[in-house]
């Protein structure tokens, strides 16, 4: 390597997007990765998979180049014996709710609980009010 000359740094961050149904999760990760609103609700079964590529600042000779894997799963996946295997290996979580909603309020100590327990605790949650996003 030589003096001065950048570092590329590549890596793989797994988001999982929770919350009760017709919370919003799609719309905020169709937004954030395909950079587009579709005004159409149409139900999660299980799980959907988006990815984005981002350059994030590092130190004066490395640039990180990161892949987020956002997981949106279903809001019906609450009781599902799945749930643990889609959070497994989360780096991070973003648990939406509805505020028109007041049960998918409610409803967040439940998903936070599960993150927690899956995850230990090592990765950062995230609580976003997605009304905002839905049509």
């Known amino acids: 390597m030589e003096w001065g000359e950048e570092v590329q740094v ?6 999982v997007v929770c919350g009760d ?6 719309s905020l990760c169709v937004r ?9 609700y149409q139900q999660t079964v299980g799980l959907d998979f988006f990815t984005r590529r981002l350059t994030l600042p590092g130190n004066v000779s490395v640039l990180l180049q990161a892949t987020l894997q956002i997981w949106d799963i279903g809001g019906q996946s609450i009781a599902s ?4 295997k889609y ?3 989360a780096h991070g979580a973003v648990v939406v709710y509805d505020v028109t909603n ?3 309020f409610e409803n967040l100590e439940d998903w936070i609980t599960i993150i927690k327990q899956v995850t ?3 990765e950062k949650v995230s609580v976003q009010n997605n009304s905002l996003y839905k049509a």
């Open 120 to 122: 230990k605790a090592q």
């Open 32 to 40: 954030f990765a395909q950079d587009n609103f579709g005004r159409q």
């Open 102 to 104: 007041s049960s998918s």
């Open 10 to 15: 590549q890596k793989v961050i797994k988001i």
């Open 87 to 89: 959070i497994n290996g």
């Open 81 to 84: 014996p799945m749930l643990e």
């Open 21 to 26: 149904g017709a919370s919003g999760k799609t």
